[in-house]
């Protein structure tokens, strides 16, 4: 999906993996993970950098790079990445491929999160599949989307 808000899709994608991480990345990991060159990284995070948007921390070599949460920015941008690339959409997109799916309902302290109830940030997504799919194939989904 690309939202025309985004200069580009790899925009989007970047501003996904550091708005929707909680954990500070290293711009090498985001490289390979992301499969975009790290010159091109390097230079989207000089202007997220210039925006107010990431922050870094610099451990020997490594740039370490996350989410600026003091930025006033930073609940919307992350409210907007999470509805139009986070788990919901991935989940709706992969879904969509397996037969015999009636419905998809994700539950449990995501689910509480989303709706705005305050805790701690969830550490997993509670999925329930009603129907008859090939119980394999939603496993195996619900795996390359972790």
């Known amino acids: 999906m690309h939202l025309p808000i985004f ?13 929707l991480a ?3 990345r290293s711009i090498q990991e985001l490289s390979t993970k992301l499969a975009i060159p790290y010159a ?9 950098l210039d925006a107010g948007l990431i922050s870094e921390e610099r451990i020997g070599n490594y740039r370490l790079i996350a989410a600026e949460r ?7 941008m992350h409210e907007l990445l999470q509805i139009a690339f986070g788990p919901v959409p991935k989940l709706r997109t992969a879904m969509q491929e397996i037969s015999g799916i009636n419905k998809v309902l994700i539950f449990g302290s995501w689910a509480q999160r989303g709706l705005g109830h305050h805790g ?4 997993d997504i509670d999925v329930l599949v009603v129907g008859e799919p090939d119980v394999g194939k939603v496993y195996a989904t619900c795996d390359f989307l972790a």
């Open 7 to 19: 200069r580009s899709a790899n925009q989007a994608r970047i501003l996904t993996e550091i708005f």
């Open 22 to 24: 909680e954990e500070r």
């Open 40 to 48: 091109t990284l390097h230079k989207e995070f000089g202007r997220l």
């Open 70 to 76: 003091y930025s006033l920015f930073y609940k919307p």
């Open 120 to 123: 701690p940030p969830p550490q």
